[in-house]
């Protein structure tokens, strides 16, 4: 693996890009594009671009970041403040683990890979799901325990096997499609771009990226690269395979979900993935995807836990690795258990608050040579974003304060769901100003 030059052949590079694919390819990967593609219907095209850009553009911006600190969440962080170099980067750990990501993974397994075997009767059952993330979370906290072995294998096996079952999978729908896309639903019919820029927040891939980024340096670390521009240079080539690997997916997915409306109007992307592969293939197919649907999520799961153990024990070193993983798997199996669809609906107010906020660290961390120690700009940038994402996220929890709502709803953009743009630009000139005002008292100071 190692080279005398430190350099990685061509296929090691693929490998990473493999598994950092792998990682990513987990419970939001495949469920949210389907539903996107129904909603939307002959807007499809339009909304996935949009998707895209949240989906994938974002997660590609936030590895190469992190790959250029050459350092983890905290170090980005620590650019705008102490204090929220402690409180974003916990946030983020616990949406992407226990809250949210993890347990969304045992959901999904248990929604596309055991629900569709179980008769009416034991899919009514509360237990059927608490005996299946029982198992799900047991072989997560197994495997979390010493994950890179398998982590490597799934880059490299299991990946490949997806993508080719969900290519036989969207060939044959291309070729005898289910049916002809619908109207689009009112979310896609006049805002469709922006529709599927907010579905792609639900992905959560932005914020995973900033830890598995760190994931890919040390893994490349381990072969043997230690100069920082190389690994800077395989970290972005690796992000750029495993974000290639994730548009085909998003595409085919999307294309399939707005085929499929004549099967019915489903809650959720794991039951109309579910419903066209028994359309197409029956019940061989339900299986092999239920499966690799299984395995999939696993792989992500494991390696959620895993950074969220390596995180939670660095900040609180006494508690071992061991006893991080059985917290975080324990955890995410109760959450997990209120059900794929309620997960869903809780999971969105929290990102429509925190996303903004990472979407604005990781592009500032592109001006970072030039921001300097300026960090006034980064704060009021977060603090720009933050003051209108915070009710984005209430909003989306049907919690209104009317007379705030009229205001805001004057602001361009924000009901595409991107309100916070503007404020988040004006609030970082509004800091560089401030930090230029500072710097000119001080030096009258000196000067006196």
């Not at 170099?85 to 916990?90: G, N, S």
């Not at 922006?194 to 994931?215: E, H, K």
């Not at 869903?344 to 929290?350: A, E, F, G, K, R």
């Not at 919690?399 to 309100?419: A, C, F, H, R, W």
């Amino acid at each position: 693996m190692k080279s005398m030059k430190g350099r990685l052949r061509p296929g090691d590079t693929v490998a990473i890009g493999l598994m950092l694919f792998a990682l990513f390819l987990g419970a939001g990967n495949l469920i949210f594009p389907p539903v996107l593609g129904q909603q939307a219907g002959e807007n499809v095209w339009i909304a996935t671009i949009g998707f895209l850009v949240t989906g994938v553009g974002l997660p590609l911006l936030a590895v190469t970041a992190v790959a250029f600190v050459e350092g983890d969440l905290k170090a980005l962080s620590s650019r705008v403040h102490p204090i929220f170099a402690f409180i974003f980067p916990l946030i983020s750990y616990l949406a992407i683990g226990p809250f949210f990501a993890i347990p969304r993974t045992g959901a999904v397994s248990f929604e596309m890979g055991m629900k569709p075997f179980l008769s009416e009767t034991m899919v009514s059952e509360w237990y059927m799901l608490f005996l299946f993330t029982i198992i799900f979370f047991g072989i997560t906290w197994y495997l979390s325990l010493n994950p890179s072995k398998l982590v490597d294998w799934f880059g490299k096996f299991l990946t490949p096997l997806l993508v080719l079952i969900v290519a036989v999978i969207v060939g044959k729908a291309i070729i005898d499609p289910i049916g002809e896309p619908a109207a689009p639903l009112a979310a896609y019919k006049e805002n469709a771009f922006f529709g599927g820029f907010i579905q792609g927040y639900l992905t959560m891939d932005a914020i995973s990226a900033l830890v598995f980024g760190i994931v890919v340096v040390q893994v490349i670390r381990s072969k043997g690269i230690k100069e920082s521009s190389q690994v800077a240079k395989i970290t972005i080539v690796s992000g750029i395979i495993a974000v290639l690997g994730l548009t085909l997916i998003y595409l085919s997915l999307a294309y399939l979900g707005s085929t499929s409306t004549s099967l019915g109007i489903s809650e959720n992307g794991g039951l109309i993935l579910t419903n066209v592969v028994n359309e197409l293939y029956g019940t061989s197919g339900k299986i092999l995807l239920g499966l690799v649907i299984i395995l999939a999520c696993l792989t992500t799961s494991v390696g959620l836990t895993s950074a969220c153990a390596g995180f939670f024990t660095n900040l609180f070193p006494r508690l071992s690795h061991k006893t991080i993983v059985t917290m975080v798997c324990v955890f995410s199996l109760i959450v997990s258990n209120l059900g794929l669809t309620q997960l869903i609906t809780v999971t969105l107010p929290v990102l429509m608050i925190i996303y903004p906020v990472a979407i604005v660290l990781i592009v500032l961390s592109y001006f970072h040579k030039w921001i300097g120690k300026r960090n006034t700009i980064y704060i009021g940038a977060i603090l720009g974003a933050l003051s209108i994402s915070l009710f984005n996220g209430l909003e989306s929890a049907n919690i209104k304060i009317d007379t705030i709502s009229n205001v805001l709803q004057m602001l361009p953009l924000y009901k595409e769901g991107i309100g916070w743009l503007i404020p988040a630009c004006i609030g970082g000139v509004l800091g560089f100003f401030f930090y230029k005002s500072n710097e000119s008292s001080e030096l009258q100071k000196k000067g006196a």
